[in-house]
């Protein structure tokens, strides 16, 4: 896999937003700042309910 997008729902607004799946750097929420993803190296550790996965090319 070439890496992947997910739309994350965030557990505090309920805001969707869509997060790299190799975030390398801290995904926040853009409306109440709720950390929505975490660089861990290799995959993104998503913190908020995943609602799809998005294939990217
Ligand atoms: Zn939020």
Do not use: W
């Amino acid at each position: 896999m070439a890496g992947s997008f997910y739309r994350v729902t965030c557990p505090d607004c309920e805001n969707e937003q869509v997060v790299f799946g190799k975030a390398a750097t801290e995904v926040a929420c853009a409306v109440c700042g709720h950390t929505l993803a975490r660089p861990t190296g290799g995959k993104a550790a998503i913190e908020g309910d995943v609602t799809e996965t998005v294939e990217a090319r």
